[in-house]
């Protein structure tokens, strides 16, 4: 029984989530009652906790306020990230979906947990630019702010102990991380993604400088997983050009939770206040 995409209430109860959604019955959609039980922790990243569920296709993701940069060289806290980072990704992958790009959301279950489809993840950084910044100016000697004359893409090998290195599609075909078809299917996504994301953040008075996606494979189909955000998102303020980003971690210029707080206010996103 697959579960469908009408979810409409949730509640917490004793470690379970309880929620309403549609399912198939022989051909009639129906509400049924859900019970998802949150199991043990399958992971812990740099800025997330992943959760088993009773369903094996289900994982749940929480985010944490914890930052790091530069490979994990430099660590800090940016108080209330989670759950900027958690509103933000649900929101955007929402509008992504329904723009034909599918993604790993499925409910976002509170301030900083969501449920996810489980996927394998394509070992790939999928960074796509529209103003050249970060690495890419420094590799290639470009002053930053360039407008970039079409967006570009790039790809990372993920693999901490070799910092991520920058690879190319040929490489990642050669070392079997994907395959040709699933490049050309990411690609045509992360660019779909890119314009999607222009839109949505240009509402919001902030320009899309770049930002990194991943994907995932769930049963055998490619999907846009992790997460969108300003720890992921280069965002420059429309008007001033100021960083809106993690640069401001990164880059120790301060105001970062305020940073953050004024992109998730901007967007529209209801914060539960603390
Ligand atoms: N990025 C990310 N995770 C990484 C590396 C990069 O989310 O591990 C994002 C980063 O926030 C920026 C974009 O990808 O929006 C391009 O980053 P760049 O390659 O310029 O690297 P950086 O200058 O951050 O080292």
Redesign the pocket.
Known sequence: MRKGKGVFKLNKLKGAFVFFAFQNAGNDLVWRKNEMQKCEQLYEGKAKKVFLTDDPDILIVSYKDDAT???GLKKGTIVGKGAINNRMTNSLFQKIEKEGVPTHFIQELNDRETAVRRVEIVPL?V?V?NVA??????RLGVEEGTVLAEPTI?F?YKNDELG?PLINSHFAKALKLATAREIEIIEKYAFQVNEILKVEYLKAGLRL????IEFGRFHGKIILADEISP????LWDVESGEKM???RF?RDLGGVEDAYIQVAKRLGLEMESK
């Not at 910044?133 to 420094?138: E, P, R, T």
């Not at 720890?231 to 280069?234: F, L, N, Q, Y």
């Open positions: 940069a530069f490979n950084e960074i630019r910044a970060g690495s890419f100016s420094k790039e990372s991520d400088i770049d930002f990194k720890d992921t998102c280069r980003d993690k640069d990164r």
